[in-house]
């Protein structure tokens, strides 16, 4: 068993990686991304817009228009960035329709949520710029590229 990222905390971190690479002359815009990642284009504007209100990406309007990183994105921890797009979501679900029995005096709540807390830790000490560095960078730039 491993820690398992949610679908949508997913294509933002890919999403957040792609813009990373660009040099600010080339602005992508969502229906590239998406299209470059093989996601529909919904999926990725709703993940787009959740990006830009964090204040990780921009959007600039017009005929040059297109998506950039900001500078905050591109130093952005990428624990910081997962804990925020995941939500405060526990590892085990206590309550509910049929909550546990042993809710009151459980250890294993705890223990996954330190387990947890340690696994957001040790991505606090990578920044989304260290995500891009080679050899994932020169692939990156070729997503969404037409073969040679």
Known sequence: MGVRLTRYTDLALRAVM?????DGEELLTTRLIADSM???YTHMAKTIAHLQHLGVVEARRGRNGG????????????????RVL???????????????????ACRLRRALRD???AFYA????????????????????TLGSAPG
């Open 18 to 22: 792609r813009l990373a690479v660009m």
């Open 38 to 40: 093989n996601v529909p």
């Open 67 to 82: 998506l950039m990183l900001t500078d905050a994105g591109r130093n952005t921890r990428v624990g910081e960035l997962i």
């Open 86 to 104: 995941e939500g405060d979501r526990e590892a085990v679900v206590c309550e509910g329709e049929a909550p546990c029995p042993l809710a009151g």
């Open 115 to 117: 387990a947890q807390e």
């Open 122 to 141: 040790s991505l606090d000490q990578v920044t989304v710029a260290d995500l891009v560095a080679s050899p994932a960078g020169p692939v990156l730039l």
